[in-house]
Every structure is written in C-alpha cells, then in structure tokens.
C-alpha cells in the first residue's frame, strides 16, 4: 500500500488569501518527509487553486511520484507533455464546483478519453482515470486503455449511517476487485481524512 497526498487545498488557502503562503511546495516537501509516496496536484484549466509554477516546480523537487489530476482536454495535454508527471490522472472537471464532485463518465467519452490516454502513454507517462465505484465505468476505463484507477470515495466519506458507508464501502471493494482481475492499478481517493 502507498500513501498519496493532495495538495489543492493548501493552494485553495494560498489563492483565498491572495497571497504566497501557504505554499503547495513546501506542503508536498513535509508530506514526502512525513512518509507520502506520491504526491497529487490537479491543475484546472482556470488556475484557480494549483497553478503552472507550483506543477513546475513540484515536477522539479519531488522525489516520489508526480500525479497530475487533468481534464480530458488539449490544453492540460500539453501541459502534461510539457512537464512529464509520472501519472496522470484524468478527471471530469466543472468551473462551478469548488472540488472534483463524481467520477469521469468514461462510457460517454470514451473516444476522446481514449485519444488523450494514448498521447499520455506514448510520452510514457502513466493513466489512471478518476471514476466512480461503478463495474461498467471501470470496465469501460480498461477498454479505453488507462494503466489504473482511483475510485472516488466520497459517497462513503458522506454517508451519514454505519449502513450507508458499509454499503458504500462494498462498492469501493467491489470495484477495487474487478479494476485488479483487469488489470488495472487502483487507488482510491476524495475526502478520505
């Protein structure tokens, strides 16, 4: 098991206070020393929280893994190709949500999600897809050639009742163990404490 962190809400601080602090490179820095893995940052195409300095200069100082949370879209494309993660990971992206509220609907886009994975992978550069918990999106996901999943947790990290999350929970099992006989790599994430 590795341990990803996420660093868009010391930037969504950094950017509410309009300012240079907190910084999302120092935050990636003390995760990495704490024991983080992989370190997760998702560029949106408004800059709104995590912008171009902070992925350059992450791309530059992180040790473990660089994921890179992106809409299937030409410009955070060549974003990617620019500065190589190590992982990309696409994700549907909405201007008026403050942060990622459900998983890519990878059976509507597959075709361009497809086009985007495969320009990602000849640049050698790994694809997971953000995903709900749900067997045909991730069957889908393999059928579009990503390398991984994460499955999106954050109806379990909402569920009110011990029998909504133990049924939430299930889904994410169930899903873990269908993306794995497939092949894929999974992970899973959003709003996990």
């Known amino acids: 098991m590795r341990l990803g962190v996420n660093i868009d809400h010391v930037a969504t601080l950094r950017q509410a206070r309009k300012g240079r ?12 020393l704490g024991g983080a893995d992989q370190i997760t940052l998702h560029v949106r195409e408004d800059r709104r929280h995590v912008n171009d300095r902070d992925l350059d200069v992450l791309r530059k100082t992180v040790n473990g893994t660089l994921n890179l949370e992106m809409a299937a879209v030409q410009p955070m494309l060549n974003l ?9 990971t696409l994700v549907p992206e909405r201007r008026e949500e403050l942060t990622t509220e459900g998983g890519l ?23 997971s897809l ?4 749900d067997l045909e999106q991730i069957k889908a996901s393999h059928r579009a050639d990503a390398q991984a999943v994460e499955l999106h947790t954050g109806r379990y990290c909402e569920a009110r009742t011990s029998r909504d999350r133990a049924r939430e929970l ?3 099992v ?7 006989k497939l092949g ?8 996990l404490d």
Not at 105 to 113: A, F, K, L, Q, T
Request: glycine residues 4%.
């Open 174 to 180: 169930e899903g873990a163990k269908a993306a794995t």
């Open 184 to 191: 894929l790599r999974v992970a899973a994430g959003h709003g």
């Open 21 to 32: 602090y907190p910084d999302p490179v120092a935050a990636a820095a003390l995760a990495e």
């Open 130 to 133: 953000f995903v709900d918990p």
């Open 80 to 88: 990617a190709l620019q500065h190589r993660p190590d992982t990309a």
């Open 105 to 127: 609907d990878v059976i509507s886009n597959r075709e361009e999600i497809r086009r985007v994975a495969q320009s990602l992978r000849d640049a050698s550069i790994e694809v």
């Open 170 to 172: 299930a889904r994410i």
